[in-house]
């Protein structure tokens, strides 16, 4: 299963409102998680089950869709929100990422 | 405190092997689902292998017959011993572990800090 994320970067100003994309090549149900990586850490998991936010993560975070379909928003972007996020897709054994979206500092 | 530190990584010539260890505190790797994720330089993820609790194991198709995940219980270690090394192997390589509920894995809610293992001549 391959998962194509869009856009591979975007430029935005905190307080804006941004929306990340994550296409699936088949139906994946609702197994599909979103990561925030900043440079030099390891993932953080935000979003698990399409929409089920993790322990201790904002709610401006939030997730939707199902199938082959998910998106990922950020309601209100932070300073500290500026990194690269992942969607990961749980449906089978072999659980491929997204190749990432850049969010930085317009 | 959960936490998961990885070692074993350096620099290894091509077709040469080496075993990364992740040791777990917090919790007991046994009853847990782990995985192993790499990152190339300046690349995204890429997941690599899985052990579930019951001892099943799975690999992605670019590593498979070349890596092996396993874990010691007494140890709360988790391995991936890694050999016929390519340079496409060269990154940071993560330990995590898997997020369990309702039958099914979620996601990966703990990592280490990860370890670095380089391919070259």
């Known amino acids: 299963i391959q998962l194509t994320q869009s856009p591979s970067s975007l430029s935005a100003s905190v307080g804006d409102r941004v929306t990340i994309t994550c296409r699936a090549s088949q139906g994946i149900r609702s197994y599909l998680a979103w990561y925030q990586q900043k440079p030099g850490k390891a993932p953080k998991l935000l979003i698990y089950?399409?929409?089920t936010l993790q322990s201790g993560v904002p709610s401006r975070f939030s997730g939707s869709g199902s199938g082959t379909d998910f998106t990922l928003t950020i309601s209100s972007l932070q300073p500290e929100d500026f990194a690269t996020y992942y969607c990961q897709q749980l449906n089978n054994y072999l659980f491929t990422f997204g190749g990432g979206t850049k969010v930085e500092i317009k | 405190e959960v936490q998961l530190v990885e070692s074993g990584g350096g620099l290894v010539q091509p077709g040469g092997s080496l075993r990364l260890s992740c040791a777990a505190s917090?919790?007991?790797?046994?009853?847990?689902?782990m995985s192993w994720v790499r990152q190339a330089p300046g690349k995204g993820l890429e997941w690599v292998s899985i052990?579930?609790?019951?001892?099943?194991?799975y690999y992605a198709d670019s590593v498979k017959g070349r890596f092996s995940i396993s874990r010691d219980n007494s140890k709360n270690t988790l391995y991936l011993q890694m050999s016929s090394l390519r340079d496409e192997d060269t990154a940071v390589y993560y330990c995590a572990r898997d997020f369990y509920q309702s039958n099914h894995v979620h996601g990966m809610d703990v990592w280490g800090q990860g370890t670095t293992v380089t391919v070259s001549s």
């Open positions: 052990t579930y609790s019951g001892g099943n194991t």
């Open positions: 917090g919790f007991t790797v046994s009853s847990n689902y």
């Open positions: 089950a399409g929409s």
